[in-house]
């Protein structure tokens, strides 16, 4: 994965450069086009490639059963596309990979599940597990940016975010991690809202700066947590109701 991120880098940043490169040449060779170009309204169709990086966690309304323990340190990496509606809107439509999850403490430990080799894990004795699940995302969002101002342009986005799960990972409070993804469910959707910047460097060449939060409306897993300390006489079980969150920084290359 980290060699397969790197690569993405060295593209992002290689397809950066020719594409300033070019402009630069076109404008050097021809001035008067590149005023005229510079009064243009915006192209139709923008595009380009973003890396990520943040913090989620996880909420649950069964709080007298589930809390959330600890936040995990995320990453993702995907294409973006604006359909500019005019100079000032745009439908935003994304396509990437990214990886989320948290540490969940269940106050009475969770009912023994399988992971992929059908290994059992998990107990009444054992409370936390931290989750990290992968997923790929296609956030579809409105756009909404101001003019140009000093080579930068400013905007806020609002929109969904259905979700496919590619892989979930546990790890115990032993430090050891097992593959569970057929524990997790296999979709999900979420909003987001966020905001940031575009910086012209050349032409139609920018660099994207985005915060942006992310939250879950469906449940995450399958797995079910005891409500009450599983002695022999009392094992009632339920399945509490996980959300997840992210707040992420994105950078990236518009072209």
């Not at 923008?46 to 809390?67: E, T």
């Not at 340190?73 to 396509?95: E, H, P, Q, R, W």
């Not at 989320?100 to 009912?111: E, L, M, W």
């Not at 939060?213 to 399945?239: A, C, M, Q, V």
Request: net charge positive; aromatic share 12%.
């Amino acid at each position: 994965m980290k060699k397969f991120i790197s690569v993405i880098v060295i593209i992002l940043l290689s397809a950066a450069l020719l594409s300033a490169q070019e402009q630069i040449q076109s404008q050097n060779s021809n001035p008067y086009q590149n005023n005229v170009q510079q009064k243009q309204k915006k192209n139709k169709v923008d595009g380009g490639l973003y890396l990520k990086g943040g913090v989620s966690w996880m909420m649950s309304d069964s709080k007298a059963y589930f809390k959330n323990e600890k936040a995990k340190m995320t990453y993702g990496f995907g294409a973006v596309m604006d359909l500019n509606l005019s100079n000032n809107f745009a439908l935003n439509i994304a396509g990437g990979f990214c990886n989320i999850g948290g540490t969940a403490n269940f106050k009475n430990g969770v009912v023994p599940f399988n992971d992929i080799d059908g290994i059992a894990i998990g107990d009444s004795t054992m409370h936390n597990y931290k989750y990290s699940t992968s997923y790929i995302e296609i956030p579809i969002g409105i756009k909404g940016c101001t003019n140009e101002i000093g080579y930068f342009t400013y905007f806020l986005k609002l929109g969904v975010d259905p979700m496919v799960r590619v892989k979930s990972k546990v790890t115990l409070e032993t430090k050891d991690t097992y593959i569970a993804t057929r524990e997790f469910n296999l979709f999900n959707i979420g909003w987001h809202v966020g905001g940031g910047a575009e910086w012209t460097i050349a032409g139609n060449t920018k660099l994207l700066f985005e915060l942006n939060y992310l939250g879950t409306f469906l449940d995450i897993d399958k797995i079910r947590s005891y409500k009450d300390d599983n002695t022999p006489t009392n094992t009632s079980t339920l399945n509490p109701g996980i959300r997840l969150n992210d707040i992420s920084l994105k950078v990236g290359v518009i072209f």
